[in-house]
């Protein structure tokens, strides 16, 4: 008789831990321009590569190469380079003013600007995005007001969620941004229901959903895709992963599945993987999948490879659970600095210009926060009443509230 | 006027809600072209369409999850969870999203949602098929709670729901479907053809929530019964002769507490009743209530007949069911205390 061979459990571990060196020699990075780019109708058992890949347009010198190039002009271009700046610069002064006690949180997007700013580029005014927390390019790239944006992270009098809200779960229907929920995944489930509503009323709205990844563990990133699939949901998948929920290592929620990508191939859902940190790339692969979606060809899943350069949030310090230098030796590079260098490289801007704007945009900052806070901070100045602590909980105020507020005396 | 079933009156609710208003869909598990495990949505999908009226994946959360994004969309679905002990999965997506979208951006999204479900036992559902989960929600702020105990309510009540501005929780009591069942198991089936609450008007009507009904009028003690219970309720009273005042919530949330009141203050005794568990069930907070808007005319402690602290058992569904006999004794205890 043989002995039994004793069952090993298996807990998968990141490739560096803090004090060890930065190792990124697991993520292949594909040369820019060498991944075809299909038809959108195509079938998306024809594409399967494209999970496992990465599309990248802009070379080691900035220069866009293949057939992801997209049709943005010089100006189109710059614009975006002033909303991944202004959102840099919005995320310095805002982590600052957390420190200085003026709010009791925030997130920062450092390394993932190019994301949020690049889709919303691509979406039309009418389409409806249900974002994380990570994802306030979509309302700077939208002409969102940053003192609207900042008086909801200092839960002020005119903060437009009335202080019920953490900082950053901002929400205008206006501007195609749902509200921001903290329980995970919630919205990417949502955001197909959205898109099934526009296609029940022969609307011409699309959808987009978003997630980290982290939270495609999630069951309600897996109902997503088996609704997007069975219902041809006009809707756009979008996934980033940057590599770090939290402490936990991204390994921690794709398992044994190569990519993020590759779990829409299960559900017969077209699945790109496109370098996160690369504007062009990004406006590219999102215009192809919304332009999938509009015409009625179903949902597309999208995952973005960033890097999260910063912390998770103020409450955590990364160096606690990888290695302190590990951002810089991130092989995809900075999305500002990328995108900079291709407009420098194109003769459509120069260092001269970008220190001119960094000095416009974080003085258009400066004033905003100063009207902001005009308006009170967290701790200080005027807040939402506590009447509004009653209201919106239903359309009507039902008797029990109304009692409740009567024994609170406003 | 027409007879209907519980069924029946359902289904003209959503039938008569579907013509009225393009916006409103219907979608659940084999809810589209079979019509529903109960049959509630049955010759929809043919009348109104598969856009309007369809098939959805086992997936409470995809159902309920979708239904939030329609809703923020501007439609008005009305889903149907297949029993409301499969509503756990769809639980995170109620009570942190449907319940809170008006509230966290204030007023900028809106969730104007109906989720029915069947609820309670007497089927013989063993425990997956026959719990009472209505305190889960009515604990919930930005839900509201409903549940009919008879075909006409059952129909005015959901129409309602469905033009309700917010999320709803529809609780269906199973056994009351194809009948006004009043406890005694042993006895033959009742039909609703037999009842006056059968008769259902055909067109639109709504029934306000938020407002009880009394269905019997009594000096000596109050009855607060919803769905199942009010059967029970009544033949309780009938045969134990005591003189007791029934009142049908309807509504759970916002709850109908005036009425409530005035009848503790008459009757001066109270006794709570549901076939959910005891524990920290919606009968807690009605008692705490009566205790607190009512106690100087209380005679006697409020007391509580509802379900044993334990799972819905299978062969001992009887001896877990809160029947006439057990609110029968409640009944003559609660006369000789105080």
């Given at each position: 008789?043989?002995?039994?061979?004793?069952?090993?459990?298996?807990?998968?571990?990141?490739?560096?831990?803090?004090?060890?060196?930065?190792?990124?020699?697991?993520?292949?990075?594909?040369?820019?321009?060498?991944?075809?780019?299909?038809?959108?109708?195509?079938?998306?058992?024809?594409?399967?590569?494209?999970?496992?890949?990465?599309?990248?347009?802009?070379?080691?010198?900035?220069?866009?190469?293949?057939?992801?190039?997209?049709?943005?002009?010089?100006?189109?271009?710059?614009?975006?380079?002033?909303?991944?700046?202004?959102?840099?610069?919005?995320?310095?002064?805002?982590?600052?003013?957390?420190?200085?006690?003026?709010?009791?949180?925030?997130?920062?997007?450092?390394?993932?600007?190019?994301?949020?700013?690049?889709?919303?580029?691509?979406?039309?005014?009418?389409?409806?995005?249900?974002?994380?927390?990570?994802?306030?390019?979509?309302?700077?790239?939208?002409?969102?007001?940053?003192?609207?944006?900042?008086?909801?992270?200092?839960?002020?009098?005119?903060?437009?969620?009335?202080?019920?809200?953490?900082?950053?779960?901002?929400?205008?229907?206006?501007?195609?941004?749902?509200?921001?929920?903290?329980?995970?995944?919630?919205?990417?489930?949502?955001?197909?229901?959205?898109?099934?509503?526009?296609?029940?009323?022969?609307?011409?709205?699309?959808?987009?959903?978003?997630?980290?990844?982290?939270?495609?563990?999630?069951?309600?990133?897996?109902?997503?895709?088996?609704?997007?699939?069975?219902?041809?949901?006009?809707?756009?998948?979008?996934?980033?992963?940057?590599?770090?929920?939290?402490?936990?290592?991204?390994?921690?929620?794709?398992?044994?599945?190569?990519?993020?990508?590759?779990?829409?191939?299960?559900?017969?859902?077209?699945?790109?993987?496109?370098?996160?940190?690369?504007?062009?790339?990004?406006?590219?692969?999102?215009?192809?999948?919304?332009?999938?979606?509009?015409?009625?060809?179903?949902?597309?899943?999208?995952?973005?490879?960033?890097?999260?350069?910063?912390?998770?949030?103020?409450?955590?310090?990364?160096?606690?659970?990888?290695?302190?230098?590990?951002?810089?030796?991130?092989?995809?590079?900075?999305?500002?600095?990328?995108?900079?260098?291709?407009?420098?490289?194109?003769?459509?801007?120069?260092?001269?210009?970008?220190?001119?704007?960094?000095?416009?945009?974080?003085?258009?900052?400066?004033?905003?926060?100063?009207?902001?806070?005009?308006?009170?901070?967290?701790?200080?100045?005027?807040?939402?009443?506590?009447?509004?602590?009653?209201?919106?909980?239903?359309?009507?105020?039902?008797?029990?509230?109304?009692?409740?507020?009567?024994?609170?005396?406003? | 006027?027409?007879?209907?079933?519980?069924?029946?009156?359902?289904?003209?609710?959503?039938?008569?809600?579907?013509?009225?208003?393009?916006?409103?869909?219907?979608?659940?598990?084999?809810?589209?072209?079979?019509?529903?495990?109960?049959?509630?949505?049955?010759?929809?999908?043919?009348?109104?369409?598969?856009?309007?009226?369809?098939?959805?994946?086992?997936?409470?959360?995809?159902?309920?999850?979708?239904?939030?994004?329609?809703?923020?969309?501007?439609?008005?679905?009305?889903?149907?969870?297949?029993?409301?002990?499969?509503?756990?999965?769809?639980?995170?997506?109620?009570?942190?999203?449907?319940?809170?979208?008006?509230?966290?951006?204030?007023?900028?999204?809106?969730?104007?949602?109906?989720?029915?479900?069947?609820?309670?036992?007497?089927?013989?559902?063993?425990?997956?098929?026959?719990?009472?989960?209505?305190?889960?929600?009515?604990?919930?702020?930005?839900?509201?709670?409903?549940?009919?105990?008879?075909?006409?309510?059952?129909?005015?009540?959901?129409?309602?729901?469905?033009?309700?501005?917010?999320?709803?929780?529809?609780?269906?009591?199973?056994?009351?479907?194809?009948?006004?069942?009043?406890?005694?198991?042993?006895?033959?089936?009742?039909?609703?053809?037999?009842?006056e609450l059968s008769e259902v008007p055909e067109g639109h009507y709504a029934t306000p929530l938020g407002k009880a009904?009394?269905?019997?009028?009594?000096?000596?003690?109050?009855?607060?019964?919803?769905?199942?219970?009010?059967?029970?309720?009544?033949?309780?009273?009938?045969?134990?002769?005591?003189?007791?005042?029934?009142?049908?919530?309807?509504?759970?949330?916002?709850?109908?507490?005036?009425?409530?009141?005035?009848?503790?203050?008459?009757?001066?005794?109270?006794?709570?009743?549901?076939?959910?568990?005891?524990?920290?069930?919606?009968?807690?907070?009605?008692?705490?209530?009566?205790?607190?808007?009512?106690?100087?005319?209380?005679?006697?402690?409020?007391?509580?007949?509802?379900?044993?602290?334990?799972?819905?058992?299978?062969?001992?569904?009887?001896?877990?069911?809160?029947?006439?006999?057990?609110?029968?004794?409640?009944?003559?205890?609660?006369?000789?205390?105080?």
């Amino acid at each position: 008789m043989t002995s039994p061979t004793p069952l090993r459990f298996h807990v998968p571990e990141p490739a560096s831990r803090p004090g060890g060196k930065p190792d990124f020699s697991g993520v292949s990075i594909p040369k820019a321009g060498s991944v075809r780019r299909p038809p959108v109708d195509v079938a998306p058992e024809e594409i399967r590569d494209l999970a496992y890949s990465i599309i990248r347009v802009l070379d080691h010198e900035g220069q866009p190469i293949g057939p992801w190039v997209p049709d943005l002009s010089k100006d189109e271009l710059v614009a975006g380079l002033r909303h991944m700046m202004t959102l840099r610069t919005f995320d310095a002064r805002m982590q600052m003013a957390q420190r200085q006690g003026k709010t009791s949180f925030y997130m920062q997007h450092t390394g993932e600007e190019a994301v949020s700013c690049a889709f919303r580029i691509a979406l039309g005014p009418d389409d409806m995005n249900f974002p994380t927390y990570r994802q306030a390019g979509l309302l700077i790239a939208h002409d969102y007001p940053l003192v609207d944006m900042m008086c909801q992270i200092y839960s002020n009098a005119n903060d437009p969620m009335k202080g019920r809200q953490l900082p950053v779960f901002y929400s205008s229907r206006k501007h195609g941004f749902f509200t921001i929920s903290g329980n995970l995944a919630t919205q990417f489930v949502q955001a197909v229901g959205w898109a099934m509503a526009s296609a029940i009323k022969g609307d011409s709205r699309i959808a987009a959903a978003w997630i980290g990844d982290g939270s495609t563990a999630e069951s309600d990133f897996h109902a997503a895709l088996v609704f997007a699939s069975t219902y041809k949901a006009p809707v756009v998948l979008n996934v980033v992963n940057n590599q770090w929920a939290i402490s936990t290592f991204q390994g921690i929620a794709r398992g044994g599945s190569g990519t993020f990508a590759a779990r829409g191939l299960g559900f017969g859902i077209p699945a790109l993987r496109v370098d996160g940190n690369d504007y062009l790339a990004t406006y590219a692969v999102a215009k192809w999948a919304i332009e999938r979606a509009r015409l009625n060809l179903g949902p597309t899943l999208i995952e973005y490879v960033t890097y999260r350069a910063g912390a998770h949030s103020t409450s955590d310090d990364p160096s606690a659970y990888r290695p302190k230098h590990e951002s810089e030796e991130w092989p995809l590079g900075d999305p500002v600095i990328r995108l900079k260098q291709h407009l420098i490289a194109a003769g459509a801007w120069s260092e001269e210009r970008h220190k001119q704007a960094e000095a416009e945009i974080l003085a258009e900052i400066i004033a905003a926060q100063k009207e902001a806070e005009s308006f009170g901070t967290l701790h200080s100045g005027s807040k939402p009443s506590a009447r509004d602590i009653f209201e919106d909980v239903y359309a009507e105020l039902p008797p029990h509230l109304r009692r409740q507020r009567q024994q609170i005396g406003v | 006027m027409p007879r209907m079933t519980m069924i029946e009156a359902i289904r003209s609710a959503l039938d008569v809600s579907m013509q009225r208003n393009d916006d409103v869909v219907v979608y659940g598990e084999d809810v589209g072209f079979f019509g529903g495990v109960f049959r509630c949505t049955q010759g929809l999908q043919q009348k109104y369409g598969v856009s309007r009226c369809f098939d959805a994946p086992i997936s409470e959360c995809g159902i309920v999850g979708t239904a939030i994004g329609m809703a923020a969309y501007g439609l008005r679905p009305c889903v149907e969870l297949q029993f409301a002990d499969y509503m756990y999965p769809a639980y995170d997506q109620i009570v942190s999203e449907a319940a809170r979208l008006r509230y966290r951006s204030a007023g900028d999204f809106t969730c104007p949602l109906v989720i029915r479900m069947p609820t309670g036992g007497g089927i013989f559902g063993g425990q997956t098929h026959s719990q009472s989960p209505e305190a889960l929600f009515t604990h919930v702020a930005g839900l509201k709670t409903v549940v009919p105990s008879n075909p006409h309510d059952a129909k005015g009540l959901l129409i309602a729901a469905i033009e309700d501005p917010d999320p709803v929780i529809f609780l269906e009591p199973k056994r009351l479907y194809n009948g006004p069942f009043d406890g005694h198991h042993d006895r033959p089936v009742t039909a609703w053809a037999k009842h006056e609450l059968s008769e259902v008007p055909e067109g639109h009507y709504a029934t306000p929530l938020g407002k009880a009904v009394t269905r019997r009028t009594g000096e000596s003690v109050t009855v607060l019964a919803y769905g199942t219970m009010v059967h029970v309720a009544l033949a309780a009273v009938e045969e134990t002769g005591v003189d007791a005042e029934v009142i049908d919530l309807r509504t759970l949330l916002p709850l109908d507490l005036e009425t409530i009141a005035a009848s503790v203050a008459k009757t001066g005794r109270c006794i709570v009743v549901h076939e959910a568990t005891l524990t920290s069930g919606f009968g807690a907070e009605l008692t705490a209530l009566v205790q607190e808007h009512c106690f100087y005319h209380l005679e006697a402690p409020v007391m509580r007949v509802t379900g044993w602290d334990t799972p819905y058992p299978h062969a001992q569904e009887w001896d877990y069911f809160p029947g006439p006999a057990r609110l029968g004794q409640a009944l003559r205890n609660i006369m000789e205390a105080g």
